[in-house]
């Protein structure tokens, strides 16, 4: 498979945000400068293009709510994965309901993305079933947004973003 448009696996991210106490003390979407440390989730926009199309279903409550906490996690360890020698499967299947599961195989120099039954209620998606990426795209993607993501969440919040980083991306 040759993408002569771009690269076959692409992420990006905007729009992050994390909780904050509202005036009236309720929750509510905050600046990611009010990031309080290691504890805290932040969210937002994340896009995964696997050979142009966008992954779905990454937000639980729409695609402006995606959990990097979970995502950076799911990113890492994918690309442990397939970093190896050899076929190998990754499931990301965080049980939350009503959304799907993410399965991902790589065989030979491709990775094999599929939107599967969640153990959490979420339905499989037909048109997702088999999307083919190259693995070397997966690898410099995830390796991109890492920088991106760190970058941004310093720059925002300073000593709690690496905080956030050290107990999110190192753990």
């Given at each position: 498979?040759?993408n002569?448009?771009g690269?076959?696996f692409?992420?990006e991210?905007a729009?992050l945000?994390?909780?904050a106490?509202?005036p009236?003390g309720?929750s509510?979407?905050?600046?990611?400068?009010?990031?309080?440390?290691?504890?805290e989730?932040?969210h937002?926009?994340?896009?995964?293009?696997v050979?142009?199309?966008?992954l779905?279903?990454?937000?639980?409550?729409?695609?402006?709510?995606?959990c990097?906490?979970?995502?950076?996690?799911?990113?890492?360890?994918?690309?442990?994965?397939?970093?190896?020698?050899?076929?190998?499967?990754y499931?990301?299947?965080?049980?939350?309901?009503g959304q799907?599961g993410y399965?991902?195989?790589?065989?030979?120099?491709?990775?094999?993305?599929?939107?599967?039954?969640?153990?959490?209620?979420?339905?499989?998606d037909?048109?997702?079933l088999?999307?083919?990426?190259?693995?070397v795209?997966v690898v410099?993607?995830i390796?991109?947004?890492?920088?991106q993501?760190?970058?941004?969440?310093?720059?925002?919040?300073g000593?709690?973003?690496r905080?956030?980083?050290?107990?999110v991306?190192?753990?």
């Amino acid at each position: 498979m040759e993408n002569v448009s771009g690269p076959s696996f692409a992420i990006e991210f905007a729009d992050l945000w994390t909780d904050a106490i509202g005036p009236a003390g309720d929750s509510e979407r905050g600046s990611l400068s009010q990031l309080a440390g290691a504890g805290e989730h932040i969210h937002g926009r994340l896009e995964i293009r696997v050979d142009g199309r966008c992954l779905p279903s990454l937000g639980y409550f729409g695609p402006d709510d995606v959990c990097l906490n979970e995502w950076v996690r799911a990113l890492t360890h994918l690309r442990t994965a397939i970093t190896g020698d050899g076929e190998t499967t990754y499931l990301y299947d965080e049980g939350e309901q009503g959304q799907p599961g993410y399965h991902f195989a790589k065989v030979g120099d491709e990775v094999v993305v599929s939107v599967r039954d969640g153990i959490g209620g979420g339905r499989a998606d037909p048109e997702w079933l088999g999307v083919a990426c190259q693995a070397v795209d997966v690898v410099d993607a995830i390796a991109a947004f890492s920088r991106q993501l760190e970058s941004a969440v310093i720059s925002a919040a300073g000593k709690r973003g690496r905080e956030w980083l050290a107990a999110v991306v190192d753990e």
